[in-house]
C-alpha cells in the first residue's frame, strides 16, 4: 500500500466511527405551567337585583356587596355606626361624603378618577369585580353610589331592590363589626356623557336640548315647602319638570316594575325618545330617577352633580316657582 493512500483509508475509518457515535437525544419540550385564573364575576340580571339573587351568589369572591347608606345631615344619624351594628355578611361601606371631592363646599360632589380609584381599592374592590350595592331605606343613596361607579367608568354595578329594609324583613343573614376587605387594584376613567355641570345646565334653558327632571318633592319644586339647607332660594330650574324620586317605589322599598315606572315618567311630562338631566337637592335622588330611567332602557340620562344646592346659592341663576 502507497503512502497516497493512508490518508483516503484514514478518512472513511472516521466516517465509520462518526456514524456508530449515538447524538443525544433531542430535549423534549416540556408543558407550560397553566395559571389559575381567577373566576370571573357573574353576570347580573340587570341595573337592579333581588335579594333572592344576592344570597344565592353572596359567598362569589368576585360578588363585592357595598353599603351607600347615606342620611340627610339634619338628621344626625351616623351611617358608618350604623354599618358596624348590621350590615349584609361581606359588604363594605362606601362613605358618600367621605369618596368626594374635598376642593369645594358642596355636599359630596364626584372626586376626581384618581381619588375615587385610590379609596375604593381600600374598599377591596377591583374592575374585575361585580358591585352590588344597598342603603339602609331601599333604593335611594345606593343609587347614587350605583351611579358614581357608572360615572367613574365601571358599568359590573348593580342595586339591591329593596336593600337592607327588604333583607331584614326576609329574615337574612346579618353581622356586625369593621369591614375587612384587602386592598385591590381599581381604575378609574370619568365618564362626562354621565355628568352634567353649572354652565351646561344654564345653557340648556335656552337650548333645551335635554329635558331636566327634579326629583324633589313638590313643594320644594313649587317654592312653596322651605329647603332643608339653609340659605337656598326657593323653587325649580326653568323648564324643569317634577317626579318626586319616591313615586317610584312600592311600599316595600323597591322599585316599580318596569311598566310602572314609564308610566311614571310619562305622567311627569317626560318624553322618553330624548336625553334627560336628573336634579335634586344635592344629587342623592336624582340618581333615583336616572336609575329608573336606565332600567327602561332610557340610556340618555345624566345627573347634575350639584343639583339644587348649587343653583340656589347662585346669585345670577335663574329661578322659576310654581308648578
Same mark, same amino acid.
Given at each position: 500500500?502507497?503512502?497516497?493512500?493512508?490518508?483516503?483509508?484514514?478518512?472513511?475509518?472516521?466516517?465509520?466511527?462518526?456514524?456508530?457515535?449515538?447524538?443525544?437525544?433531542?430535549?423534549?419540550?416540556?408543558?407550560?405551567?397553566?395559571?389559575? /385564573?381567577?373566576?370571573?364575576?357573574?353576570?347580573?340580571?340587570?341595573? &337592579?337585583?333581588?335579594?333572592?339573587?344576592?344570597?344565592?351568589?353572596?359567598?362569589?369572591?368576585?360578588?363585592?356587596?357595598?353599603?351607600?347608606?347615606?342620611?340627610?345631615?339634619?338628621?344626625?344619624?351616623?351611617?358608618?355606626?350604623?354599618?358596624?351594628?348590621?350590615?349584609?355578611? @361581606?359588604?363594605?361601606?362606601?362613605?358618600?361624603?367621605? &369618596?368626594?371631592?374635598?376642593?369645594?363646599?358642596?355636599?359630596?360632589?364626584?372626586?376626581?378618577?384618581?381619588?375615587? !380609584?385610590?379609596?375604593?381599592?381600600?374598599?377591596? &374592590?377591583?374592575?374585575?369585580?361585580?358591585?352590588?350595592?344597598?342603603?339602609?331605606?331601599?333604593?335611594?343613596?345606593?343609587?347614587?353610589?350605583?351611579?358614581?361607579?357608572?360615572?367613574?367608568?365601571?358599568?359590573?354595578?348593580?342595586?339591591?331592590? *329593596?336593600?337592607?329594609?327588604?333583607?331584614?324583613?326576609?329574615?337574612?343573614?346579618?353581622?356586625?363589626?369593621?369591614? %375587612?376587605?384587602?386592598?385591590?387594584?381599581?381604575?378609574?376613567?370619568?365618564?362626562?356623557?354621565?355628568?352634567? @355641570?353649572?354652565?351646561?345646565? /344654564?345653557?340648556?334653558?335656552?337650548?333645551?336640548? !335635554?329635558?331636566?327632571?327634579?326629583?324633589?318633592?313638590?313643594?320644594?319644586?313649587? *317654592?312653596?315647602?322651605?329647603?332643608? /339647607?339653609? @340659605?337656598?332660594?326657593?323653587?325649580?330650574?326653568?323648564?324643569?319638570?317634577?317626579?318626586?324620586?319616591?313615586?317610584?317605589?312600592?311600599?316595600?322599598?323597591?322599585?316599580?316594575?318596569?311598566?310602572?315606572?314609564?308610566?311614571?315618567?310619562?305622567?311627569? *311630562?317626560?318624553?322618553?325618545?330624548?336625553?334627560?338631566?336628573?336634579?335634586? @337637592?344635592?344629587?342623592?335622588?336624582?340618581?333615583?330617577?336616572?336609575?329608573?330611567?336606565?332600567? &327602561?332602557?332610557? %340610556? %340618555?340620562?345624566?345627573?347634575?352633580?350639584?343639583?339644587?344646592?348649587?343653583?340656589?346659592?347662585?346669585?345670577?341663576?335663574?329661578?322659576?316657582?310654581?308648578?
Amino acid at each position: 500500500m502507497t503512502g497516497a493512500s493512508r490518508p483516503r483509508r484514514s478518512r472513511r475509518r472516521a466516517a465509520k466511527v462518526a456514524r456508530k457515535v449515538k447524538r443525544p437525544a433531542a430535549r423534549r419540550r416540556q408543558p407550560r405551567a397553566t395559571v389559575a /385564573r381567577r373566576p370571573s364575576a357573574p353576570q347580573a340580571p340587570g341595573a &337592579i337585583v333581588s335579594t333572592e339573587w344576592l344570597a344565592a351568589h353572596l359567598d362569589d369572591p368576585r360578588v363585592r356587596v357595598v353599603d351607600g347608606t347615606w342620611h340627610m345631615p339634619q338628621l344626625q344619624r351616623d351611617p358608618r355606626r350604623e354599618f358596624e351594628e348590621e350590615h349584609i355578611p @361581606g359588604a363594605v361601606f362606601f362613605d358618600i361624603d367621605g &369618596i368626594a371631592d374635598r376642593d369645594t363646599s358642596l355636599p359630596h360632589m364626584l372626586p376626581s378618577a384618581a381619588q375615587f !380609584e385610590r379609596q375604593v381599592g381600600e374598599l377591596g &374592590i377591583s374592575n374585575a369585580d361585580l358591585v352590588v350595592v344597598y342603603d339602609l331605606r331601599g333604593v335611594i343613596s345606593a343609587a347614587r353610589v350605583w351611579w358614581t361607579f357608572r360615572a367613574m367608568g365601571h358599568d359590573r354595578v348593580a342595586v339591591l331592590d *329593596g336593600g337592607l329594609r327588604k333583607w331584614r324583613a326576609e329574615e337574612r343573614a346579618v353581622e356586625s363589626g369593621p369591614a %375587612k376587605a384587602p386592598q385591590r387594584r381599581f381604575k378609574a376613567r370619568l365618564r362626562r356623557d354621565l355628568v352634567r @355641570g353649572l354652565q351646561q345646565v /344654564r345653557r340648556n334653558i335656552a337650548s333645551r336640548r !335635554e329635558q331636566t327632571l327634579d326629583a324633589r318633592s313638590r313643594g320644594r319644586f313649587a *317654592g312653596t315647602e322651605p329647603e332643608p /339647607r339653609a @340659605g337656598l332660594r326657593g323653587g325649580h330650574i326653568p323648564g324643569s319638570v317634577n317626579l318626586p324620586y319616591d313615586m317610584l317605589y312600592r311600599p316595600d322599598a323597591t322599585l316599580l316594575p318596569p311598566d310602572g315606572l314609564r308610566q311614571a315618567f310619562a305622567a311627569a *311630562g317626560v318624553d322618553l325618545g330624548k336625553p334627560v338631566v336628573t336634579t335634586c @337637592g344635592s344629587g342623592i335622588t336624582a340618581s333615583v330617577l336616572a336609575l329608573g330611567l336606565h332600567v &327602561i332602557g332610557h %340610556k %340618555k340620562v345624566a345627573v347634575y352633580d350639584g343639583s339644587w344646592t348649587e343653583w340656589a346659592s347662585q346669585p345670577d341663576t335663574p329661578v322659576e316657582a310654581g308648578r
